[in-house]
T-cell receptor
Framework: TQLLEQSPQFLSIQEGENLTVYCNSSSVFSSLQWYRQEPGEGPVLLVTVVTGGEVKKLKRLTFQFGDARKDSSLHITAAQPGDTGLYLC??????????FGKGTLLTVNP | SQTIHQWPATLVQPVGSPLSLECTVEGTSNPNLYWYRQAAGRGLQLLFYSVGIGQISSEVPQNLSASRPQDRQFILSSKKLLLSDSGFYLCALRGNTEAFFGQGTRLTVV
C-alpha cells in the first residue's frame, strides 16, 4: 500500500501570507491529486498532476510534481480567509485503491 | 455527468443498533466505488472499495461491512454499532483521474 506523508499537519497564518504544503511518498506516483475539503462536505478536486516536473497554476495556487514523481507541493500566494480548509493529496494505486494523505488543516486569519 | 448521492446527511444511533448507509451513482456504468471514514480535521481512511457487483475489498478489519447489490449502489452496514464507529462517512466514485465524493454522513453513536 502506498503511503502518502503530508506536512505540515496544521498551519495557521495571517491573511496575505504565503504558504507551502507537501506530499511525499517512498513510491512513485502514477498521478497525484490535490483536494480541498470544507467542514461537513466531501473533498473537491483542485488539480491532478501526471508528468514529472509538471507545474500547474489555479489562480493563487501553484501545484508542482517532483521530477521523480515521488513528491508534490501546493503553494498558496497571498492567502485569504476563503482558503481555509483541509488540503488533501491522494493517489490511485495499481489495484484501484485511492489512498489519501492525512491532510493539512489550514486556517487563514483575517 | 457523473453524480453521487449519499444519505442520510446526519445520523444519531445508539450503541448496539444496526446501521445502513446507502450510496448511489448516476451518469456512469460499472464504476469503482469507495467508502471512507474521516475523523474531524483529518485525512480519509479507506474502509471498502468495489470494482463491480458483488466485489468488495476490505481495507481495515472492523465492525463494518459493505455490499454492492447493484452496479450503481454501494451500501455500508453494521449489525451492532460501537462508540468508535462515530465519524464522517464518505462515498466516492472514481472518475478518469480523480474521485468524486458524496456529501457525506455524519454518524454519532451514543
Amino acid at each position: 500500500t502506498q503511503l502518502l506523508e503530508q506536512s505540515p499537519q496544521f498551519l495557521s497564518i495571517q491573511e496575505g501570507e504565503n504558504l507551502t504544503v507537501y506530499c511525499n511518498s517512498s513510491s512513485v506516483f502514477s498521478s497525484l491529486q490535490w483536494y480541498r475539503q470544507e467542514p461537513g462536505e466531501g473533498p473537491v478536486l483542485l488539480v491532478t498532476v501526471v508528468t514529472g516536473g509538471e507545474v500547474k497554476k489555479l489562480k493563487r495556487l501553484t501545484f508542482q510534481f517532483g521530477d521523480a514523481r515521488k513528491d508534490s507541493s501546493l503553494h498558496i500566494t497571498a492567502a485569504q480567509p476563503g482558503d481555509t480548509g483541509l488540503y488533501l493529496c491522494a493517489s490511485f494505486g495499481s489495484n484501484y485503491k485511492l489512498t489519501f494523505g492525512k491532510g493539512t488543516l489550514l486556517t487563514v486569519n483575517p | 455527468s457523473q453524480t453521487i448521492h449519499q444519505w442520510p446527511a446526519t445520523l444519531v444511533q445508539p450503541v448496539g443498533s444496526p446501521l445502513s448507509l446507502e450510496c448511489t451513482v448516476e451518469g456512469t456504468s460499472n464504476p469503482n466505488l469507495y467508502w471512507y471514514r474521516q475523523a474531524a480535521g483529518r485525512g480519509l481512511q479507506l474502509l471498502f472499495y468495489s470494482v463491480g457487483i458483488g466485489q468488495i475489498s476490505s481495507e481495515v478489519p472492523q465492525n463494518l461491512s459493505a455490499s454492492r447489490p447493484q452496479d450503481r449502489q454501494f451500501i455500508l452496514s453494521s449489525k451492532k454499532l460501537l462508540l468508535s464507529d462515530s465519524g464522517f462517512y464518505l462515498c466516492a466514485l472514481r472518475g478518469n483521474t480523480e474521485a468524486f465524493f458524496g456529501q457525506g454522513t455524519r454518524l454519532t453513536v451514543v
